[in-house]
């Protein structure tokens, strides 16, 4: 691994498990053990590692999130609540400690600059993407004429809001029933298409 990729790797946990105002630079250097020329090298300050990290959850979502939440999964559907269950694996794992690293920045920096805050949002939009394209792959199981961009941002919405309850309360009933609700949702949708289909 290269210096500059053991740092964003260092990063990625520090702002994670500490927040990215409680990680100083004396962090960095600790945790990804390089000295504070070989970091300054390559990141002149500290929201340049941030937007590094930004950058790499952007690009690694597939490699990172997806795939192995959708490892032998080949329902579209089924691929949205496989994803929901990655993250309720970690939320258990953690003890409910765990929160969306891109959520956990975005409620933490009250008003990031602009490159962060647009970093942010293109990370929030590949994931709504991934779980549009889930949708648009289930076909006639959603009612024609659904806004599939805002159901999306609905999965992502109940996806935050679970995490943050979840952890708040340390307990993963919260998720659970945000799950569960947003579960029902999507059954009452397929059986609006059905009953359409039928009349068809």
């Not at 962090?27 to 053990?33: F, G, R, S, V």
């Not at 590094?52 to 949205?80: N, S």
């Not at 805002?150 to 995490?163: D, N, P």
Request: charged residues 20%; aromatic residues 8%; proline residues 4%.
């Amino acid at each position: 691994m290269s210096t500059r990729d053991r740092i964003i790797g260092a990063a990625m946990n520090l702002f994670w498990e500490k927040g990215y105002g409680a990680t100083s630079i004396a962090d960095l250097l600790k945790a990804a053990e390089v000295n504070s020329g070989s970091l300054y090298h390559f990141f002149p300050g500290k929201q340049d590692v941030l937007i590094a990290v930004l950058e790499a959850y952007r690009t690694g979502i597939g490699e990172m999130l997806l795939a192995p939440a959708w490892e032998g999964v080949e329902d579209p559907i089924e691929r949205v609540f496989a994803l929901l269950a990655a993250y309720r694996g970690m939320i258990v794992a953690s003890d409910c400690m765990y929160g969306c690293p891109i959520g956990s920045i975005a409620l933490e920096l009250h008003e990031p600059d602009p490159p962060v805050r647009e970093l942010l949002a293109v990370n929030f939009t590949g994931w709504t993407e991934a779980i549009r394209g889930c949708l648009e792959a289930a076909g006639d199981r959603i009612p024609p004429g659904t806004d599939l961009q805002a159901l999306a941002e609905f999965v992502l919405c109940t996806m935050e809001g679970g995490i943050m309850q979840a952890r708040t309360h340390r307990d993963v009933g919260y998720f659970d029933r945000a799950v569960a609700q947003l579960k029902s949702h999507f059954d009452l949708l397929a059986l609006s298409a059905q009953r359409r289909e039928g009349t068809a």
